[in-house]
C-alpha cells in the first residue's frame, strides 16, 4: 500500500509561484508514473502534469512553459514548480500514483490564486 500526501498549497497572487510536493510512502515510488491533476468547483477533475518512472514528461497545454515537474526516487518524492500562476488555476490539486493495476491517490492541496 502507498500513501501518498501533498503539500506546499496556499494563496498567491496572478504572476507569482507556488512548489507543491507529494510524499509517498512504501518501496514501489520508483516504479509509479506520478501525476498531478486539479479539480475547480464545479469542473472535472484534469490532469495537469506527469512524469514516468523512466523520466518521460506530460504537460496539458494550459500549464506548458509555466509548469514543472520533477521527481526524486531517492527521496520518494515528486514536485511541481508552478510560475506565472493565474486565477484559472485556482483549484485542488492532487497527486496522482498509477501502475496498473495499483492507483493512488492523496488528499489534495487548495492553490487559490487571486487577480
Known amino acids: 500500500q502507498v500513501q501518498l500526501v501533498e503539500s506546499g498549497g496556499g494563496l498567491v497572487q496572478a504572476g507569482g509561484s507556488l512548489r507543491l510536493s507529494c510524499a509517498a510512502s512504501g518501496s514501489v515510488f520508483s516504479f509509479l508514473t506520478m501525476g498531478w491533476y486539479r479539480q475547480a468547483p464545479g469542473n472535472q477533475r484534469e490532469l495537469v502534469a506527469q512524469?514516468?518512472?523512466?523520466?518521460?514528461?506530460y504537460y496539458a497545454d494550459s500549464v506548458k512553459g509555466r509548469f514543472t515537474i520533477s521527481r526524486n526516487n531517492a527521496k520518494n518524492t515528486v514536485h511541481l514548480q508552478m510560475d506565472s500562476l493565474k486565477p484559472e488555476d485556482t483549484a485542488v490539486y492532487y497527486c496522482?500514483?498509477?501502475?496498473?493495476?495499483?492507483?493512488?491517490w492523496g488528499q489534495g492541496t487548495q492553490v487559490t490564486v487571486s487577480s
Open positions: 512524469i514516468t518512472s523512466s523520466g518521460n514528461t
Open positions: 496522482r500514483g498509477l501502475a496498473v493495476p495499483h492507483d493512488y
